[in-house]
């Protein structure tokens, strides 16, 4: 009996250096830790932030969250809802979220309060994981853009642009290609008053700096429909063309709408947005739209001939 007790506490002994021996070598290599929480979910990830100082600065580092974007390819889990009812204010807005994969999911925030800043905070984009949103009143005369995380919490203030008047600023995030998005804002020429102009915001880089020169805009196009797709911020247009901004080399092009169809008086947009990598509308009759189900579903070209 003690023969076998001893040889027990032996084995035992083995398995706990054996252990400790393993852990020493991963927490002494950075690569092999990497090859390791790279194979983890983004919801184990967040957790194991707080495992360690190491482990939070290895989770944290830009170059760690681009590779895990490139060897876990994002899929649609859910959609956000907006909830708009009589007795929310319309500036504190709340938000539900509907699973499509199948396991009930809590939603990663039910409203945006994560800031310091006293006014209300609204939703302007979402864009691959990241949330740009504004302050639903001005400061000062502006407004104040967020870029928020809901998974890790964090977010960034952008710093007010120099252009007048602005009319919308948008989001360019593309993990699989780099860990650092951009910011396009349109506004105001400086020059010419019935023109507009484009500055960019890098999270690399810094401060917002001019694109270049000023153009106009079809009276039909609208900038709060926007959608960052195919490397360019594209405008949805209900006339028969609009605008879209290559953000990489900062050309501006013309995109085609559909037609408006001969028994329609007017079209209203239902849906302007990316899913799976396409660009995807949804229009309907305007005129018509309180009565009827019948609506248009159209796809881009990646190359825009339609």
């Given at each position: ?40 979910p983004v919801k184990s990830l967040v957790r194991f932030k707080s495992v360690s ?97 809901p998974v890790t919490k964090q977010y960034t203030t952008l710093p007010q642009p ?145």
């Amino acid at each position: 009996m003690i023969s076998c007790k001893l040889h027990r506490t032996g084995d035992q002994n083995s398995s706990s250096t054996g252990a400790q021996h393993s852990s020493a070598v991963i927490t002494n290599s950075n690569d092999l830790l990497s090859e390791i929480l790279l194979r983890l979910p983004v919801k184990s990830l967040v957790r194991f932030k707080s495992v360690s100082k190491q482990w939070l600065s290895q989770i944290s580092n830009p170059r760690f969250t681009h590779n895990h974007c490139l060897r876990n390819p994002s899929s649609v889990s859910g959609l956000f809802l907006r909830i708009s009812l009589i007795s929310l204010p319309p500036e504190k807005p709340n938000f539900d979220f509907i699973s499509l994969d199948g396991k009930p999911t809590m939603a990663p925030f039910k409203s945006l309060m994560f800031s310091d800043d006293h006014e209300a905070i609204d939703l302007k984009q979402s864009c691959n994981g990241l949330l740009c949103c504004r302050s639903f009143r001005r400061n000062r005369g502006k407004h104040n853009y967020y870029i928020y995380n809901p998974v890790t919490k964090q977010y960034t203030t952008l710093p007010q642009p120099k252009g007048i008047s602005v009319f919308c600023i948008h989001l360019a995030f593309d993990p699989q290609k780099s860990p650092h998005y951009k910011a396009v804002c349109v506004s105001k020429s400086d020059t010419n008053s019935e023109s507009y102009q484009i500055e960019i915001y890098s999270s690399e880089t810094g401060p917002w700096r001019l694109s270049k020169g000023s153009f106009s805009v079809p009276l039909s196009l609208e900038f709060d429909k926007a959608v960052f797709w195919n490397g360019a911020i594209n405008w949805y247009s209900f006339g028969e063309a609009s605008l879209y901004f290559n953000v990489d080399q900062e050309c501006l092009q013309t995109m085609p709408m559909p037609p408006l169809p001969e028994k329609w008086d007017t079209k209203r947009c239902r849906y302007f947005g990316e899913s799976q990598g396409h660009l995807h509308l949804i229009e309907m009759d305007g005129y018509n739209a309180p009565c009827t189900t019948h609506f248009d579903v159209f796809e881009m070209e990646r190359d825009y001939s339609q």
